[in-house]
């Protein structure tokens, strides 16, 4: 179930809205001030690839190219985003979209996720 929530997650990232943005696009702009505590932390990105691989790449791809619903995590919304509104995606996501919250994973994997995406 953990791998269809995070993938759900992920696929909203890059979903276009009904209104014609993407779920990063609905964020509030206090989002993108959210600062990422792990951003200098070397193990961060190794942790976040881990957590992406086992939770993520099934839906996404080895290489976030995207597959089957799921779009590729290497659109310019998604690396255009700042690492706080990835981070209020996660916590929020958008059950209108079909992105359910991700608020029961701790606050850490939610960073290192953020980390591994955003420092590819």
């Known amino acids: 179930m953990s791998t269809l929530r995070i993938g759900c997650?992920?696929?909203?990232?890059?979903?276009?809205?009904?209104?014609?943005?993407?779920?990063v696009q609905s964020a509030p702009a206090i989002a993108a001030k959210l600062q990422n505590p792990l951003e200098s932390d070397e193990h961060a990105p190794p942790a976040g690839a881990k957590l992406y691989a086992r939770e993520c790449a099934?839906?996404?791809?080895?290489?976030?190219e995207g597959r089957r619903n799921a779009p590729s995590l290497n659109r310019p919304a998604v690396q255009a985003a700042a690492p706080g509104t990835l981070f209020w995606v996660l916590r929020n996501g958008s059950l209108h979209r079909g992105m359910p919250s991700f608020a029961h994973l701790p606050e850490a994997q939610r960073w290192?996720?953020?980390t591994y995406l955003r420092g590819r």
């Open 9 to 23: 997650f992920l696929a909203a990232i890059g979903i276009a809205a009904a209104g014609g943005g993407a779920l």
């Open 58 to 64: 099934s839906c996404h791809g080895v290489n976030r």
């Open 112 to 114: 290192q996720i953020v």
